[in-house]
């Protein structure tokens, strides 16, 4: 399974040995948007969830901290992201977080997509405590790299998606608030435009109050042709 360090603002750090991840979909507050979401989707002949919001099991190993993710083809991308992590004893972290999702599978069925690419972490985390009175006020955004220049493709806060607390709830009611849980948020929308696939994907949280970021940034590397 995946070992993930976090470093806290104070300096300590916290081992996680990853036991269970969970990739939130649909996850929007507004479940009004989420529902138009989907019939965009649909049009696109992504198949819609059975509820909403939805939750996907995703292998443990996928969950990494990595600077470079390896596709099989040009049709994959990220998704801006916040991340829970429970850490032994129960200690509840928020880091930032991209999905890479594989975008020709998606139209098979979801789940599968979230399974054939990493969840990646930053190596920074926050004590979810430090921050929950403010986390609306905490701002999610992405850019995407071609050929060396960068564009914003994902900005909002977290505002825009239900709450880690929502989560919480969930996994307590299932019995999945257990240390080296890793429950990935869902995302806020892309700007249209803007090419997602891209060489490389770049995620910050940001705390305005608290004057801090948690960034990651990884690059995205074609696998060789196949034999066969």
């Known amino acids: ?18 036991v269970q991840v969970l990739n939130a979909g649909y996850a929007g507050r507004s479940q009004d948007d989420v529902a138009a979401h989907v019939a965009e989707l649909a049009e696109l002949g992504v198949p819609g969830p059975s509820v909403t919001p939805a939750l996907y099991p995703v292998s443990p190993y996928l969950a990494q901290q990595t600077e470079r993710v390896a596709v099989q083809h040009g049709r994959t991308s990220g998704e801006a992201e916040w991340a829970l992590v429970v850490a032994e004893g129960g200690e509840l972290l928020l880091t930032a977080a991209c ?3 594989d975008r020709e599978l998606e139209v098979h069925g979801v789940a599968w997509s ?27 955004r992405a850019w995407v790299g071609h050929a060396g220049a960068e564009t914003e493709i994902q900005t909002g806060t977290l505002a825009e998606l239900l709450t880690p ?11 999945d608030l257990i240390p080296g849980t890793v429950l990935i948020s869902g995302t806020i929308p892309m700007a249209p435009g803007v090419d997602q696939f891209a060489d490389s ?13 948690i960034g990651l940034a990884y690059d995205v590397r074609p696998m060789p042709e196949p034999i066969g």
């Open 1 to 18: 399974m995946a070992v993930l360090t976090f470093e806290l603002p104070d300096g300590s750090t916290r081992e996680v040995d990853v």
């Open 114 to 140: 979230k399974n054939a690419g990493p969840d990646v972490l930053a190596r920074r985390a926050w004590r979810l405590a430090d921050v929950e009175s403010r986390l609306d006020e905490i701002t999610l």
């Open 99 to 101: 999905d890479h999702t």
């Open 201 to 213: 994907w770049r995620v910050e949280l940001a705390d305005p109050a608290g004057g801090d970021v």
């Open 165 to 175: 607390g929502y989560w919480v709830d969930v996994l307590r009611s299932r019995g």
